[in-house]
């Protein structure tokens, strides 16, 4: 009897819990929220663990290189619990499809990997970095979201409190990329005479954030929010290379992202002192979410609450994580490098 084939359209009914007997997918799903992929960019290599989320410079995020994290400890775990629910892995497949983030009606899906549960024994490379991807995968708007499934690809004799139908999602998780960040979300707008008439601000001034109520609160920060940078200085940087353009674009980046730092420190202060209490939960400030996100990295396991409260009390500390997010130092040495390679060659 041949193969079955490898299942490409998973399921069409949403059965809930009561409907669905079975038992030990709650210990498989937790085996399975082990697993982690490696996005490589061109300055250096992030990696994000089911259930979790990545900032991508948007201009990077439609060329990442991306592999799932499998080992040898990953798969004799996950079989552990796949045996005390009685199925094989080898009737399983891992899929992972893409989505768009957008909440957008025209909003596309695609299928982009299907391997068999035994590849996870190992790393495996899903894309090389700037190799050819479907149109979900280079949404620099949104980004996208990569959904990992292990899927049921054959159908097995029914039994009590086993899944038997082909096609059914085992286990299931997400691992989000996005480009909601200070390069993608605040982009810089041009800072004319004009303007600088309206804002009342001098002739010479090239940069100006300007912060129309408060910040904390928003849920959509560029509503509140408008960076101003030298229209001159603007035009410039756009026409330099790569290198020199992440070398200038850096200078109002760090001069946003201190002022963003120390107006939500600010604003956190003076509610205290009121006497005011504001509980982030990491959905209800997109101020605060940005620079949580930024900062995690290098938190440990502190809670967003206790971000709050770090912000509040240390805005510097806080300012040094945002600003070294996503490889800065190495994307900044490795821009000073290629300036002075091109220097050299210029001279000699």
């Given at each position: 009897m041949p193969d079955a084939q490898p299942v490409v359209k998973f399921r069409s009914r949403s059965e809930g819990r009561i409907l669905r007997p079975f038992a030990n997918l709650d210990a498989i799903q937790e085996c399975?929220?082990?697993?982690?992929?490696?996005?490589?960019?061109?300055?250096?290599?992030?990696?994000?663990?089911l259930g979790g989320s990545l900032e991508i410079p948007a201009r990077y995020l439609a060329d990442v290189g991306i592999r799932v994290d499998g080992s040898s400890e990953f798969l004799a775990s996950l079989k552990s619990c796949l045996e005390r629910a009685e199925i094989k892995a080898s009737d399983l497949r891992f899929a992972l499809i893409a989505h768009d983030s957008g909440r957008s009606p025209l909003r596309e899906s695609e299928l982009v990997s299907?391997?068999?549960?035994e590849s996870l024994s190992e790393p495996q490379q899903l894309?090389?970095?700037?190799?050819?991807r479907g149109r979900p995968m280079r949404n620099g708007f949104d980004g996208y979201v990569l959904e990992a499934q292990i899927v049921l690809n054959t159908a097995l004799e029914p039994a009590p409190l086993r899944p038997s139908l082909r096609g059914t999602i085992i286990a299931s998780g997400d691992f989000r990329l996005s480009t909601n960040d200070i390069?993608?979300?605040l982009q810089p707008r041009p800072l004319t005479n004009l303007v600088r008439k309206e804002k009342d601000l001098p002739n010479d001034s090239w940069f100006f954030v300007e912060i129309h109520e408060e910040i904390i609160d928003t849920l959509a920060l560029g509503e509140v929010v408008q960076v101003w940078v030298d229209d001159e200085f603007l035009r410039k940087t756009s026409l330099m290379t790569s290198a020199e353009r992440t070398m200038s674009e850096h200078i109002f980046i760090v001069s946003t992202m201190t002022t963003l730092v120390y107006e939500a420190s600010k604003d956190l202060k003076d509610r205290q002192s009121r006497g005011e209490q504001f509980e982030f939960d990491g959905t209800n400030s997109a101020l605060l979410k940005l620079l949580f996100t930024r900062s995690k990295k290098y938190l440990g396991q502190m809670t967003v609450g206790d971000f709050a409260?770090?912000?509040?009390e240390q805005p510097q500390l806080i300012l040094s994580h945002c600003l070294s997010a996503g490889s800065m130092k190495n994307l900044l040495q490795t821009s000073a490098e290629q300036i002075?390679?091109?220097?050299?060659?210029t001279q000699a």
């Open positions: 399975f929220n082990a697993l982690s992929i490696i996005v490589n960019y061109q300055f250096g290599e992030e990696g994000i663990q299907l391997l068999p549960i894309f090389a970095r700037e190799s050819t390069s993608s979300s409260v770090k912000l509040r002075m390679g091109d220097t050299d060659a």
